[in-house]
């Protein structure tokens, strides 16, 4: 017996009605984009390890999925090399290509190459898989997609507010509620200033970026860990647990970080973002969170995360200001500002809140069933008339029994069945049955249309 087939562990198939819903999420996505004024890209599956390696720690390096060069990959590999079985040397010498961890490094590269061409700002989004050989688990998988929007070459904090904007208009679009977060990784450094530890804003803020899960005691228990003072987390109680409208707490946290030029500034930005958003209005919360601490190694000013209201779940979109996109690729000072929609934790909210709309899962509207050769000739160029207004028609292909055409149309949950017997050829017309309330009408060509 044939061994059954499989797929490698991390991946997925995605069956019809799965990737009905799935591009329901990318277009409304990607007409967001579009409505902004941003223009779509590709990039290659794989980049050279040049570009890829050395850009996310050496953690991230790991994870790197490496392809074999072509031919013969051991052709650089002396049998010694090969004796000492160092994976990581050998994978140096028989790869020089690899699969896109991101899209972040890939479009860094594509602006150094492209930047003759590129007006700035250059407004750019991109919907595309990338791969990581990370351990599979429950919501984490080795190929997944990501749903980045970017603006760079503007310091601008227009950028920030439009892109809020736009986060608010897709989750509007997919009726989920949301709470925007906002931070500044100019507050968390003046907080970390002001505090006389400067030095340990990364171990400060993956600490308090904690909270909501572990509680303040358990932070303040990881602070001392890290080796803070007791004065110096007293000093930090007052902006963990800040609390009030989001006006009040940048009062507060510009009286704490009144001595700190660096946090003033990040009040200011963030007091900008927020203000302006007011004019313009939103449908979802937007909220000054300090405890907001994604991305500290490369974001540099506003920090963005997005939570579902209605459903227990991480963060489902993320994004922040960096101000040295590609500096990595030898090209300093060009800043930007980006989002990433999480694609598979918003499928599994709208999943959960039965939100899809009926139509985005729906594939045939009208199943033409098929009584045989003379029948078929009367109903192709009707099928023609109906495809050509935009209405999703086929024609079931085999003269077969009635109930098996009638099983087929309810499978794919096709809610119309057209019949066309002698009794409708020689009336011009067409039965038209719903198939959810069994109702039947004979009506013309245009009227069927007019049905839809």
Avoid at 172 to 193: D, P, T
């Amino acid at each position: 017996m044939a061994q059954k087939p499989s797929i490698p562990k991390g991946t997925r198939d995605f069956g019809p009605i799965e990737m009905a819903k799935r591009n329901y999420i990318f277009n409304t996505i990607r007409e967001v984009y579009a409505l902004y004024g941003f223009q779509q890209i590709e990039t290659p599956a794989m980049e050279t390890l040049g570009t890829l390696m050395g850009k996310y720690g050496e953690e991230g390096d790991k994870l790197l999925f490496k392809v074999l060069n072509s031919g013969d990959c051991l052709a650089k590999v002396s049998d010694e090399e090969l004796q000492e079985r160092n994976s990581l040397h050998l994978a140096s010498k028989m790869c020089e290509k690899g699969l896109r961890y991101d899209l972040t490094v890939p479009f860094a590269r594509y602006v150094v190459m492209h930047r003759e061409e590129l007006q700035l700002p250059f407004k750019r989004y991109q919907i595309q898989p990338v791969w990581r050989a990370d351990r599979p688990q429950k919501g984490r998988y080795r190929e997944f997609y990501q749903c980045d929007a970017d603006v760079v070459g503007s310091d601008s904090l227009l950028n920030e507010v439009e892109l809020m904007q736009i986060v608010d208009t897709v989750f509007s679009r997919f009726g989920i509620r949301v709470q925007i977060k906002i931070n500044n990784r100019k507050i968390l450094s003046g907080i970390a200033e002001v505090i006389g530890a400067a030095d340990k804003i990364v171990d400060i803020t993956v600490a308090i970026d904690k909270l909501d899960k572990i509680g303040i005691d358990n932070v303040n228990a990881e602070l001392r860990e890290d080796g803070l003072t007791e004065e110096q987390i007293q000093k930090l109680q007052p902006i963990i647990s800040l609390e009030g409208s989001n006006d009040e707490k940048l009062d507060t946290i510009a009286e704490v970080l009144k001595e700190s030029e660096t946090g003033l500034k990040g009040v200011e930005e963030s007091r900008f973002i927020l203000d302006t958003l007011k004019t313009v209005g939103l449908k979802n919360e937007i909220q000054l969170d300090l405890t907001l601490a994604r991305g500290l190694n490369y974001y540099t000013g506003a920090i963005f995360e997005v939570k579902a209201l209605d459903v227990q779940i991480g963060s489902i979109t993320g994004g922040g200001r960096y101000d040295n996109l590609t500096g990595i690729f030898g090209m300093p000072g060009l800043s930007g500002v980006g989002i990433s929609f999480g694609a598979d934790r918003i499928y599994d909210v709208l999943n959960q809140l039965d939100l899809y709309p009926k139509d985005s899962v729906m594939t045939t509207q009208v199943l033409f069933i098929n009584f045989g050769e003379k029948e078929t000739v009367y109903c192709l160029p009707i099928i023609n008339k109906v495809r050509a207004r935009g209405i999703r028609a086929e024609l079931y292909p085999d003269a077969a029994k009635m109930k098996k055409q009638m099983s087929y149309a309810n499978a794919k949950q096709i809610p119309y069945v057209a019949l066309a017997g002698e009794n409708e050829i020689n009336a011009g017309q067409i039965t038209l049955k719903n198939m959810e309330t069994g109702e039947q009408q004979m009506l013309t060509p245009d009227e069927l249309i007019q049905v839809f």
